[in-house]
């Protein structure tokens, strides 16, 4: 670890958690060249299954299509068994992960989130190249405004104002990349010249329809003075669309 420079030193919030958390990632960041574990949630309100029951067989089903359906495209959503045990689900990898990077992502969160979650109808996890997310609720094509958080740089820039203004303007030109002109993907990637460089990368989950897309990416890149503010780095990520930007390139060019 004591390679790492400060410069990718990070921290996290829950930015819709009623007491904000700061905690240092700096074990994330050993594995952060490959695939960082990023955070988790299981939720409660869906109630929970036992185990042994259609529920947990169903959602099984799904985990397994999805890890069949999802590393060929980067995208797949899924519907298992009948009402009321009937499970939802959604993995997407990033855009710019190779199927393979996908497949072994979602070998990792898969295990991952049914240890952390073992008896919750519904749950999240995200890692650097893949989120997995699955609800007794038929959530699809809808923002998720419940799941949201945000990491940043410890370091600040030496001039936030302008800063902070072509972070933002970089952030706006790749949504309207990311949604426009017919862009099944709905991820981009970019770069601005700023007297140095800055890199920036947004992407949404494909169950969205564009305008949805664009709508989620508006919502986040709204929250960078309360994220990121004169940051280095940051992120804001969510169930249905996250943004990263940073001012080493951080982006997959294979
Ligand atoms: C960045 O600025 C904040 C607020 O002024 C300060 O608390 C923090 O220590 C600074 N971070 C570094 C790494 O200098």
């Keep these: 670890m004591s390679s790492l420079s400060s410069s990718k030193r990070m921290v996290w919030l829950p930015i819709l958690a ?5 905690l240092s990632i700096q074990n994330v960041l050993c594995q952060s060249q490959s695939n960082a574990f990023l955070y988790h949630k299981c939720s409660d309100i869906e109630g929970s299954f036992t185990s042994k029951s259609t529920y947990e067989s169903n959602l099984n089903n799904l985990f397994s299509q999805l890890s069949y359906k999802v590393p060929s495209t980067g995208f797949a959503t899924s519907s298992t068994g009948n009402t009321p045990d009937n499970v939802n689900g959604l993995a997407l990898c990033r855009g710019d992960a190779s199927s393979s990077d996908c497949s072994s992502c979602l070998a990792t969160a898969i295990p991952e989130i049914s240890k952390r ?3 919750n109808k519904a749950g999240i996890i995200w890692y650097d190249n893949c989120l997995v997310k699955y609800s007794s609720t038929n959530f699809f094509g809808r923002i998720d ?5 945000a990491l940043y740089n410890v370091n600040n820039v030496s001039d936030p104002t302008s800063f902070n203004t072509q972070t933002r303007d970089l952030l706006t030109e ?9 862009n099944q993907k709905l991820f981009a990637t970019g770069e601005k010249n700023i007297g140095k460089k800055l890199y920036g990368l947004v992407q949404c989950t494909r169950d969205l329809r564009s305008g949805s897309c664009k709508a989620c990416l508006d919502g986040i890149i709204g929250e960078l003075p309360n994220c990121c503010d ?4 940051g992120r804001v990520v969510g169930g249905s669309c996250n943004f990263r930007y940073e001012i080493y390139p951080f982006v997959k060019t294979a």
Excluded at 145 to 149: D, G, I, K, L, M
Excluded at 230 to 233: A, F, V, Y
Aim: glycine share 16%.
């Design 230 to 233: 004169g940051k280095e780095g």
């Design 117 to 119: 979650c073992p008896n």
């Design 145 to 149: 405004y419940e799941n949201r958080f």
């Design 18 to 22: 009623l007491a904000i958390q700061l």
């Design 174 to 182: 790749l949504t309207k990349t990311a949604t426009t002109g017919g």
